[in-house]
DNA sequence: GTTCCGCATGAATCGATAG
DNA sequence: ACTATCGATTCATGCGGAA
């Protein structure tokens, strides 16, 4: 190979699947997928498109899904759900938080809730309460040791810094070293031409749906966010609940391998024309694993 | 009365008493008090200053006062509870979801869920989570219809969407209408050339490191918005938790009755000092009312 | 009176060490 | 094994004193 980059380009691979969630995860090695990231149909709240799951009922059609789930995922992997509940009757609905203790009952760890805080949320007002302007970010591990790569989303530090990392070396190299007489050199390192910080658990992203084709798209800063933090290139992402497949592009565009599922043929289609076609793999129906309640036989592979 | 001003000065009434929530709790009259807000000692948060409840007595502890504030709390009043759950074993806990659910069983309508975004939160940096920077603020409500006053806490427009309303109003606007037939696009007229708006349900407000006397005071701007949306001057706001009596002192300033409720007597004298003397009504031991548990007789009432 | 700069300090959490 | 204590880590804010 004449490549003269100091660094090959991974190739990755971006495998749609059409089909129900359910019936596809199945076939899905255990253990293979790094993170899951994904934003189910919220209950009843999208029923022009998807079925719509009546809120008393969501836990008990996602359970079977959340623990086909946790068969796939690594163990060292971490699975993303956004998620928010719906008003119902003047009160949020509950299906969230059960649905969070169904889950640690079937081993899910609920190792964090971040949120996304939406910055222009639409305009509107109710008598009894204002507008909704942020989401759950679930997340929840296999075990307690998993991978996190938290340099990769650091953010500017405020503007204080600037005037700080002048005198710094002095203040805190003293408060360093009136605890222990020894490791400063390390905590001096740290701080020294220090610019940016980690962030916090809450995500201050726009709420821009580029994907009008969608009802419920999140923005791309979303998925970019999690996949950098909890995968590293060559990896693989996997979103069940696929829609407009904004974790799937994103995923190829910072070379992870992904997959996704999606039930709607619509969708479907569009995704696949939208991702790089020498790195598509397509599973349009019902074979490329041993099926047991279909017979036909077409997976289109290219 | 030779009082020239437009609109008489309400005279309003703070009440503090020394004891055991509970205790006083049950000898408040029903159905009397127009909002609670209050932020209950976190489990096992406040070890030194508190006693400490152990994550999975939370909820145990927290029921039977939910049901006297339940009894105590007006039809059309609001309960706010400010809370977030602690990090244990690399988990979060679940007290505060099974508390909710708890609360729902006793009657209690959970309306709405509001987050409290901490500009400045606390520092630290660990291998599997970052900073945490948000706190729930439930609220709930004996009944679908309460007391709202959305006006008294709306925000300066510049805060939030200048540039996204003029946006709307020529993509977003044209592209709805020919969407929907709806008449969204006179809903946004209406929001421009206006300079005030209606905030959402994410308050982003700094940690106050004022009260260097107690260990956990949220910032004034807290509890002064939810008196604010939730009540009219004369009305009765009422804190169980008093703590450093953030929410007594600004109850007091924005003509608000109140009644506070401490169990340490350190804070209780430390909030008895800083309440305006004349409208002071204290409460410092056990007998106001009929008391069981106590034989000891010696109100001081101002 | 302003503005600027230094400084202490938080509803924290992890991992290691000690009982 | 299981619990209690301790040191290390980190960043935005408001205060007070100085220019």
């Given at each position: 190979m004449s490549d003269a980059r100091p660094y090959p380009t991974i190739q990755v691979k971006t495998e749609l699947h059409l089909g129900d969630c359910l019936d596809v995860l199945v076939q899905l090695p255990e253990n293979s997928?790094?993170?899951?990231?994904?934003?189910?149909?919220?209950?009843?709240?999208?029923?022009?498109?998807?079925?719509?799951?009546?809120?008393?009922?969501?836990?008990?059609?996602?359970?079977?899904?959340?623990?086909?789930?946790?068969?796939?995922?690594?163990?060292?992997?971490?699975?993303?759900?956004?998620?928010?509940?719906?008003?119902?009757?003047?009160?949020?609905?509950?299906?969230?938080?059960?649905?969070?203790?169904?889950?640690?009952?079937?081993?899910?760890?609920?190792?964090?809730?971040?949120?996304w805080h939406k910055k222009n949320c639409y305009p509107g007002k109710w008598p009894n309460r204002f507008r909704d302007a942020w989401e759950r970010l679930l997340q929840f591990n296999k075990h307690k040791h998993f991978n996190m790569y938290q340099d990769e989303v650091m953010v500017p530090m405020g503007d204080?810094?600037?005037?700080?990392?002048?005198?710094?070396?002095?203040?805190?190299?003293?408060?360093?070293?009136?605890?222990?007489?020894?490791?400063?050199?390390?905590?001096?390192?740290?701080?020294?031409?220090?610019?940016?910080?980690?962030?916090?658990?809450v995500l201050h992203l726009a709420t821009e749906c580029n994907n009008k084709n969608h009802s419920a798209a999140f923005p791309e800063e979303l998925p970019e966010w999690f996949i950098k933090l909890f995968t590293k290139e060559g990896d693989v992402v996997l979103d069940p609940f696929m829609g407009s497949g904004t974790t799937n592009k994103i995923a190829q565009r910072l070379r992870r391998n992904s997959i996704g599922i999606e039930i709607l043929p619509e969708y479907f289609d569009m995704v696949k024309r939208q991702i790089e076609p020498d790195q598509l793999f397509l599973f349009e129906s019902k074979t490329p694993y041993e099926r047991s309640k279909s017979e036909k036989a077409n997976a289109t592979v290219r």
């Open positions: 997928v790094d993170l899951i990231f994904t934003s189910p149909p919220y209950a009843d709240q999208r029923k022009a498109t998807y079925g719509g799951i009546h809120p008393d009922k969501y836990v008990e059609w996602f359970i079977p899904i959340a623990k086909e789930m946790y068969r796939v995922l690594k163990p060292t992997g971490t699975f993303v759900l956004n998620i928010k509940e719906k008003v119902v009757d003047g009160e949020r609905s509950t299906y969230v938080l059960e649905l969070i203790l169904a889950m640690r009952k079937l081993g899910w760890l609920w190792t964090e809730e971040l949120i204080w810094a600037n005037s700080r990392l002048k005198k710094l070396s002095q203040t805190d190299l003293i408060r360093d070293n009136s605890k222990v007489g020894s490791g400063f050199g390390k905590n001096v390192s740290n701080w020294l031409n220090r610019d940016k910080a980690y962030p916090t658990n």
